[in-house]
């Protein structure tokens, strides 16, 4: 089982900032990658940023400049810090997992926090 710790989603006008941070938990081997998705009404869940456990990172062109990604490994824990939100960046923002267990390495996601940027 894998067990996921999501906060700091809510509302914010556009401009402002937003920090999501995220802890992993469970019988899990190794943490491979962690990082963000977000998914949109009506459209498809995509990458916002991923880190890997080297710190080697990833971002979405439309956060680029924006977002930053940090992990703290010693806690299994992957921030999000969103600078310059903006009405476009509203969405389920979910946690990102890839992760090796007894029974295999795949990935995993937590449940999701809501950002609203709106005025």
């Known amino acids: 089982q894998v067990q996921f710790v999501e906060s700091g989603g809510g509302l914010v006008q556009p401009g402002g900032s937003l920090r999501l941070s995220c802890a992993a938990s469970g019988s899990i081997i190794i943490f491979y990658a962690m990082g963000w998705y977000r998914q949109a009404p009506g459209k498809q869940r995509e990458l916002v940023a991923t880190?890997?456990?080297?710190?080697?990172?990833d971002y979405a062109d439309s956060v680029k400049g924006r977002f930053a990604i940090a992990r703290d490994n010693t806690k299994n824990t992957v921030f999000l810090q969103m600078n310059s939100l903006k009405p476009e960046d509203t969405a389920v923002y979910y946690c990102y997992l890839d992760a090796q267990r007894l029974t295999g390495r795949r990935d995993y996601w937590g449940q999701g926090t809501q950002v609203t940027v709106s005025s």
């Open positions: 880190i890997t456990n080297g710190g080697r990172t």
